[in-house]
Nanobody, 126 residues
């Protein structure tokens, strides 16, 4: 059974930084392409960024490009989302997701992912 557990969320002022972590258990994280999604109140879940199995390739949603960085340490079965320059509109529950296959045509689509964490709240105050 694969489990994903996010941590690192919290309350931060605009312009601040947070680093989210996603621990993978049940299989080695290298089995998966990993992604972060977020969902704000009253909105649909949206893609934030993704990283391929060995971390050689990343993709980002436009509004976070240059501010957020995804990385992974497969020796620790952990994926990270470093968030800098946070804005109030980044406020959301952040979810990590795992997919056996990284598809260039589907990586932004939540249905492409096989496993999900429970989410961690990020709140950015103005």
């Amino acid at each position: 059974q694969v489990h994903l557990v996010e941590s690192g969320g919290g309350l931060v002022q605009a312009g601040g930084s947070l680093r989210l972590s996603c621990g993978v258990s049940g299989r080695t994280s290298e089995d998966f392409a990993m992604a972060w999604f977020r969902q704000a109140p009253g909105k649909e879940r949206e893609f934030v960024g993704a990283v391929t199995h060995k971390g050689r390739h990343t993709e980002y949603e436009g509004s976070v490009m240059g501010r957020f960085t995804i990385s992974r340490d497969n020796s620790k079965n952990t994926v990270y989302l470093q968030m800098n320059g946070l804005k109030p509109e980044d406020t959301a529950v952040y979810f990590c997701a795992a997919a056996f296959i990284f598809s260039l045509g589907q990586y932004r689509n939540a249905v492409a992912y096989d496993y999900w964490g429970q989410g961690t709240q990020v709140t950015v105050s103005s």
